[in-house]
């Protein structure tokens, strides 16, 4: 069954920050075999060649305040984008069993930027720029999924609205280990902060995947979004009969609503069966 | 460097994210967080002589509503099929899991880990039903993902095992 992928992202400031540190991609990665002329039947030829290709979708967020936290997302955005080039093509010889692979240049990609803030910002004063990153490389049915502190990801399926993603912070840990309540991880001021950040002082992403059926949404967003939207009201939103960007407006116009205390960056993806 | 694919398979809620998280980082999480697709670790081990990248990939469980996704076993090497000795229905569902298994991938390494074994008050399995469990012609090992008792034995069997079958197909 071949599906039609529709997408749309976002972004804004809010209404207390000074400056928008958030960063969304949105990466169509399409390589194409067209027949022009040949002597063979159209039979013969028939779903011999065609597109073969994925698409990118990531969001960012960026900490350190002001310009660093800004260079610091769009360093991790644009270094997917030059990954995005490297491997426009390469969908044809990814096995099953070379998966792997895939995911380690993936994960080289996320270190290289890692590294390359630290290097920057050796010596300097002050908080180090750092940033969040959620990102899906989708290649039909197969979403890859790479991920490193408190952005999130959900899938929508049959309904049912289901986090991908664990956020990688203090408090996070802190209830995983058992020494804190959920409870008293909402009220402790440490709870947010990033156990795993690209330029932190600790970087562990996390890898995994989904395999999507006609039908599903995808959603990638900032903390921003869910901060002041919870899970019932993004399924509902995702539920609907609407475009990729109706629902990431109405998302996002919840999130203003319910605050906008922070910088907000969303991505929906739609998958329909044509 | 060799690197073998491992799957982890069972029902939801037997603990395959949890022995994994203590194989491979060395800690327990008491909050349950059912997984969606799969997750992906990896850890080096050294079997033998040699050493083995194992790329663990935590398939979300079975639960009544979805089964496991054949393609996700695509490629596997080998396989630990997780069940939780204080749920009776989880070690039932491992014969049907193995032939799942075996449909996907032919006939790959396999142990059966019966997990929770620190909730000693709860368990519900007799000697003889841990010796069936599974099936024939299988190795199990009872395992804690709390303590870490039988975990990293287990995934050390299974490399080892991965590497005897590669030996025999050459």
Known sequence: MTVSIDSFGISDQGKVRESNEDNFLIVDIRKSVEVKHSSLSADALANRFG???????????????????????????TALLGYATETVGCFHTY???????????LEQTVRGVHEKLI???????GQAPATTLTMILLVWPRAYLVHVGDSRAYVRRNGKVQQLTRDQTFGEYMVNIGAWTEEQASRAKPAATLSSAIGGTELTPVVGLVDLEPGDSVMLCTDGLTKHVDDSRVASVLGNDASAETMARQLLSDAL???????????VVRSQPE | MIQKKICMVGVHGTGKTCLVQQFVHSIFSVKYLSTVGVKIDRKEVRAGDTDVTLMLWDLEGRDGTRDISAS???GAHGVILVADGTRVDTVDQLVDLRRIVDDAVGPVPSIVALNKIDLTDEW?????????AGGKDVHRVRTSAK????????????????LVAKAEES
């Open chain 1, 119 to 125: 290097a920057e910002n050796e010596g300097k004063r």
């Open chain 2, 124 to 132: 519900k399995l007799s000697q003889a039903e841990e010796a069936a």
């Open chain 1, 51 to 77: 597109s073969v290709g994925g698409y990118l979708f990531a969001v960012a967020d960026g900490v350190g305040g002001g310009p660093e936290g800004e260079r610091a997302s769009e360093g991790a955005i």
């Open chain 1, 95 to 105: 096995s099953a069993v070379k998966e792997h692979e895939l995911f380690e240049k």
């Open chain 2, 72 to 74: 996700y076993l695509r």
């Open chain 1, 257 to 267: 609503d319910g605050g906008g205390t922070d910088n907000i960056a969303v991505v």
């Open chain 2, 147 to 162: 303590t870490g008792e039988g975990v990293e034995s287990a995934f050390q069997w299974l490399a080892e095992a991965t």
